[in-house]
């Protein structure tokens, strides 16, 4: 499967954006699919997944601000950003696996497809 993740830009703080990631050469709802981000001088964090089409995970720190969502018509994972913050500020990139175990979703070494990251801003 390949990724291609979008939807970035500049916001400001209790803004919402929307990321995309369009999913091709298989369908998405087979895969178990997360968004991740990175921020300048630190390691690749989970943000959350959407296990195999079934259950979706958060990390705390965005629980009830982010939800992700799928449309299978589009082939395509989309992550929901609302009430953003600066600490949100990162490059955010989504990722697929087919064959992931539950434990392992919030892992970033558990996936083996990447999109190309996408910028987010959140301005104070």
């Known amino acids: 499967v390949q990724l291609q993740a979008s939807g970035g830009g500049l916001v400001q703080a209790g803004d919402s954006l929307r990321l995309s990631c369009a999913a091709s050469g298989s369908t998405v709802s087979r895969y178990t699919v997360g968004w991740f981000r990175q921020s300048p001088g630190k390691e690749r964090e989970f943000v959350a997944a959407r296990f195999r089409g079934t259950r979706d995970y958060y990390a705390d720190s965005v629980k009830g601000r982010f939800t992700i969502t799928t449309d299978n018509a589009k082939n395509t994972v989309y992550l929901q950003m609302v009430n953003m913050k600066p600490e949100d500020t990162a490059v955010y990139y989504c990722?697929?696996?087919?064959?992931?175990?539950?434990?392992?979703?919030?892992?970033?070494?558990?996936?083996?497809?990447w999109g190309q990251g996408t910028l987010v801003t959140v301005s104070s």
């Open positions: 990722a697929a696996d087919a064959y992931l175990i539950l434990s392992s979703v919030r892992a970033a070494s558990s996936y083996d497809y």
